[in-house]
């Protein structure tokens, strides 16, 4: 989900070894269709060639407070006030000691004091400079201020050292942006995802498990996020990783997956994405099972596993809006409307596995119910789905006046 389009980006770039990471960032920002302005600091100029930064940006950098020309064009508070967002990267320890001290000596500081507008900073720098207490309790003042602080990495860095001070990365920075706008419409509101696939014992070295990767409860747990949802992602083994800001289950057995629902009510939004196991093994052998050169091979029990999405639709603390998906290899639709109703959730999502759909592919076609209605949505990537599904979660909250109407970016 982009939500950096359109959005008005001011660039800070400071005098650091980073500074010429900032024309990947513009890059980026610019395929995320932002709008960016740039400001360089006289200091950048020395690590940096400012052609390089205005062929790139096809128009003219700002760095001097005092030229005419670029103060009757667009002056400090012009440039203050004409952005959604200033973000300094890479920020240098100078730089945010100016910062937090509101220091106003050149354009870029002078914008800053200027701005209401969000503010971010990337520091990077050398590992003893960021350690450094004057530089923490910079930091920490910046922090207290409300400005976000997109923490230095630990890695090799060009001082020839090892350690904490490496501009974060450009993908991350770009992602975290993206965060920062997207609307908050469901902050105060608690859901819980289930995803993957739940693994069944046989014996110590043997199990009964499926194909489903996870990845579309993993894109609707980030969406929630991004929504402003307190997040809970209960997930079977997958090669994912979580999404930033989920509070994170790791779990196995289709009764891992009944266990952590149940702990994790009260919840308002309770969406079923893991394929769980409808059978668990009666009798899990605890030494493995010796393969037999004849003869009978022997026989398995199961049993049937608690039906977590009928549970938690039953439950005395049924949360507000319960969703199910349904992946079917034939009968979909009919199979899904009877899930429907026999789970008792609110809407149920049917997704038909086959060859290049739902379980193997990051694309799904999906089936929407809701009562005794169907609308077929058209195939698209996981994320979408993700997002359409998200956008429907929110109108039905708007729609039961159960959040307010008026939270939104920022
Ligand atoms: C080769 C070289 C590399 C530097 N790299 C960094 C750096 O990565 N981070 C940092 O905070 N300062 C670094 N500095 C120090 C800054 O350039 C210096 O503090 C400067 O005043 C920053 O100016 P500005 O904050 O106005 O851009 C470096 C200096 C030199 C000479």
Same mark, same amino acid.
């Given at each position: 989900?982009?939500? %950096? ?7 800070? &770039? ?10 990947? %960032? ?5 395929e ?15 690590f ?6 205005e062929?790139l @940006? ?20 012009? *440039? ?14 100078n730089?945010?000691s ?12 002078n914008?800053? @004091?200027?701005?209401?507008?969000v ?18 309790? /910079? ?5 207290? @201020?409300?400005i976000?602080?997109?923490?230095p ?7 020839? =050292? ?11 920075i ?15 509101l608690?859901? &819980? ?14 199990f ?6 996870g ?8 969406s *929630?996020?991004?929504?402003?949802a307190?997040?809970?992602l209960?997930?079977?083994?997958? =090669?994912l ?6 509070k ?5 057995s ?6 952590f629902?149940?702990? /994790? ?13 409808d ?13 037999? $050169?004849?003869?009978?091979?022997g ?7 608690k039906? &977590? ?8 603390l ?10 079917e290899?034939?009968?979909?639709? $009919?199979?899904?409307?009877?899930? %429907? ?41 996981? /994320?979408?789905?993700?997002?359409? *599904? ?16 008026d939270?939104?970016?920022?």
């Amino acid at each position: 989900m982009n939500f %950096l389009k359109g959005k008005k980006i001011l660039l800070i &770039v400071t005098g650091g070894i980073a500074s010429y990471k900032s024309l990947d %960032l513009i890059r980026r920002l610019q395929e995320n269709a932002s709008n960016v302005e740039c400001i360089l600091t006289k200091n950048a100029e020395n690590f940096v060639n400012v052609l390089s930064f205005e062929s790139l @940006l096809g128009k003219k950098i700002h760095s001097n407070l005092f030229t005419l020309d670029q103060e009757s064009n667009m002056n400090h508070i012009k *440039l203050a006030n004409n952005s959604d967002i200033i973000v300094v990267a890479p920020c240098t320890a100078n730089f945010l000691s100016k910062m937090s001290n509101g220091i106003a000596d050149d354009l870029a500081t002078n914008v800053l @004091l200027a701005s209401n507008k969000v503010k971010v900073i990337a520091p990077a720098m050398n590992t003893i400079m960021w350690g450094n207490k004057i530089v923490r309790k /910079n930091i920490s003042n910046l922090k207290k @201020l409300g400005i976000h602080i997109f923490s230095p990495y630990d890695g090799r860095l060009a001082c020839r =050292t090892k350690g904490v001070g490496k501009l974060m990365e450009i993908n991350q920075i770009v992602e975290n942006l993206n965060l920062i706008f997207s609307p908050k419409i469901l902050s105060g509101l608690k859901a &819980v995802v289930t995803a993957g696939p739940s693994v069944e014992k046989i014996d110590p070295v043997r199990f009964l498990s499926n194909f489903s990767s996870g990845q579309q409860g993993y894109e609707i747990a980030d969406s *929630l996020i991004k929504f402003g949802a307190e997040t809970t992602l209960i997930s079977g083994p997958t =090669t994912l990783e979580p999404p930033k800001g989920v509070k994170f289950i790791q779990v196995k057995s289709g009764n891992d997956f009944f266990e952590f629902a149940k702990k /994790n009510l009260p919840c308002d939004i309770f969406i079923s994405v893991a394929a769980i196991s409808d059978w668990y093994v009666k009798k899990v052998s605890k030494s493995k099972i010796k393969k037999k $050169k004849s003869g009978k091979f022997g026989r398995m029990d199961f049993s049937l596993n608690k039906d &977590v999405l009928k549970y938690i639709s039953s439950h005395k603390l049924k949360p507000s809006l319960i969703v199910g998906f349904s992946a079917e290899t034939e009968n979909l639709l $009919k199979n899904t409307k009877n899930k %429907l109703k026999e789970k008792g959730c609110d809407w149920m999502l049917g997704n038909k596995v086959t060859r290049n759909n739902a379980f193997s592919s990051d694309k799904n076609k999906i089936f929407f119910f809701e009562d005794n209605k169907v609308s077929e949505w058209p195939k698209m990537k996981k /994320n979408m789905v993700a997002l359409k *599904l998200t956008k429907k979660i929110v109108s039905f909250f708007k729609k039961n006046k159960l959040v307010k109407d008026d939270k939104n970016i920022l």
